[in-house]
């Protein structure tokens, strides 16, 4: 693993998702955030108008590819054409890392178009950590792997997510990018320790890591909405991963109910205050 | 944790998830939707724990409204007009039809493709088509690569007949009865706007792209033609001459509409 190409965001840097809606905005004036990430997908195979804007974000501030479609527990054959596109474009904006999830995305010809989960057992981790060691050997970008949030758990898992989490990260040989939030989403749905994943963590292997808000539904499960401000228990939780690993980059995510481009910026930077 | 006894391969796992996710939502009118938990397979019911009550239907249920929930709201983005005009509630059952015929692939952005042509093969109203002809167009228009623009430095080429102009893949011609591009805007915005189709016309209109901006020209036939022939492969000057031959009166325009194009910039290097 190379140990130095990751550290081009500073640790401490405060950043947004960003998107469409915002885009305007976001290229106007002075940045306000240290970097931005993009959703990959939204910049493959696309025409000149997003593309244009994804060269004026990059020349503001660093950028990173954040992807949705990898299918890095799928069972089809990885779409390598994908990875290399995905190589192209960060070649091309000069991204700082690229990062998918830990979850499958399509079987056959159906695509989810869904972050899906799978059991957590030795053998599932072994054969995501040989998908996920192959794209990063056709990324020149360092690879990260996010946790994902879940709704399902599964009788045939014989191992903890953050266990699992971790084998397939250092068995690949590549890095990670925590989402704080699914990791709260998960455990509430699940009813395990998030402190506890959060120790398992091994921070030197982090590029950065997500946060974001959630939903609740009338019959308790959290969904990952991604569209409501980050609620005071995922900010606790970043208090305590900031107290274990930090300092890391941080990244809000927000894609639903959009706030103001200002709005986003203020939480953003309000991770600053949680860090002790 | 203990070994599971009989544990599925990952493969069957996720053909059990596909076909359990993906089964057709069932529309029982006025909104309501339908979710019988017979939809799922029991081997994969089997496979999810229960935890604070909520069993495996309700989480698996919560995996099937996010994924059906994603592509509905997609095509009611796509196709804002056709929404207008019929309402959301009896667009649904037709996302519904259309999605079993046309499940989809790996891009949202080209979901709806097949919509308008789906559309009319099943004889739904006319004017319910050319709405959802004009979304297409829009979305196309939009998302469209933007080919080399031919520059001044060209001109003496064209000029002499060693270089032919081809156009722009944004560009689309569009024989349309309805003045959909006055309310297309403002309906697309969640704007207010009378209800219905918005007043006759018949005019051919091209779709373009100025940069970021859409661009809208009431064109006439004659050009309308040239363009969509263009649009099929062919060269401006060679569709020219085809056009002067059958109708030598369209000779004085050319000069105009050359003039239209480029400022539109409708042209791209052939």
Redesign the interface.
């Known amino acids: 693993m190379n140990t130095t190409t990751h550290r081009t965001l500073d640790r401490n840097a405060v950043g947004v998702g960003l998107r469409p809606v915002h885009m305007d905005q976001a290229l106007a004036g002075p940045p306000l955030v240290d970097w931005f990430e993009v959703i990959v ?1 939204n910049y493959l ?5 997003p593309m ?1 804007n994804l060269g004026r974000a990059a020349a503001l501030v660093p950028v990173s590819l954040h992807g949705v ?1 990898l299918d890095l ?3 089809d054959p990885l779409d390598l054409d994908h990875v290399r596109a995905v190589d192209a474009l960060a070649k091309e904006v000069g991204a700082v890392c690229f990062s998918d999830h830990l979850c ?1 995305t ?9 972050l ?1 989960p ?2 957590f ?1 030795e ?2 981790a072994e ?1 995501t950590a040989e998908r996920a060691r192959l794209v990063q050997q056709n990324l020149s970008v360092p690879f990260g792997i996010e946790n994902l949030s879940s ?10 997510e953050w266990d699992f989490y971790a084998k397939v990260a250092k068995d690949a040989g590549i890095w990670t990018m925590v989402d704080i939030n699914n990791i709260y989403v998960s455990a509430t ?3 395990f320790d998030p402190v506890r994943y959060l120790e398992s963590i091994d921070w030197d292997r982090v590029l950065y890591v997500h946060l974001a808000g959630h939903t609740v ?1 009338p ?3 959290r ?1 990952d909405t991604h569209d409501a401000p980050v609620c005071p228990e995922v900010w606790d939780l970043y208090a305590k991963a900031w107290a274990l690993g930090g300092p890391f980059p941080t990244l809000i995510e927000w894609d639903d109910q959009f706030p103001t481009w200002e709005r986003l910026v203020e939480e953003a930077h309000a991770a600053r205050s949680h860090r002790s | 944790m203990t070994p599971p006894t009989n544990p599925m391969s990952l493969g069957a796992f996720q053909e059990a998830w596909r076909d359990s996710t993906a089964a057709p939502l069932r529309f029982l009118g006025k909104g309501a939707v339908e979710v019988p938990e017979s939809d799922y397979r029991p081997e994969l019911m089997e496979a999810i724990e229960l935890h604070q009550g909520l069993g495996p239907a309700a989480r698996l249920g919560a995996y099937r409204q996010q994924y059906w929930f994603r592509l509905f709201t997609t095509l009611q983005n796509d196709f804002p007009l056709a929404g207008h005009l019929i309402g959301w509630e009896a667009f649904n059952p037709l996302v519904d039809r259309y999605l079993r015929k046309h499940p989809p692939g790996r891009n949202l952005t080209t979901l709806g493709a097949k919509f308008p042509s789906w559309l009319r093969e099943i004889h739904v109203d006319p004017l319910l088509v050319e709405a959802c002809r004009v979304d297409a167009a829009w979305s196309r228009t939009f998302h469209a690569p933007q080919r080399p623009v031919p520059g001044n430095e060209h001109l003496e080429a064209l000029r002499e007949g060693h270089l032919d102009l081809a156009i722009q893949p944004c560009v689309q011609v569009l024989d349309l009865r309805r003045d959909w591009f006055s309310i297309r805007p403002a309906v697309a915005a969640g704007e207010p706007v009378p209800a219905g189709a918005p007043p006759a016309t018949d005019k051919i209109w091209v779709l373009g792209r100025q940069g970021r901006i859409l661009s809208m020209d009431p064109v006439e036939p004659e050009l309308g033609k040239i363009l969509e022939a263009m649009r099929r492969g062919s060269g401006w000057m060679n569709v020219l001459e085809g056009a002067v031959t059958r109708n030598q009166q369209i000779a004085s325009k050319v000069g105009d509409w050359f003039a239209l194009g480029t400022l539109r910039r409708w042209w791209a290097l052939s």
């Open positions: 997908e195979g696309t025409g000149p108008i244009t479609s527990q799928g069972t499958w399509r079987n056959g010809s159906w695509h989810s178009h869904d899906l799978t059991p057992t053998e599932i054969h709704y399902a758990a599964f009788r045939d898992s014989t191992m903890t749905n699940h009813g539904r019959d308790g499960l969904i």
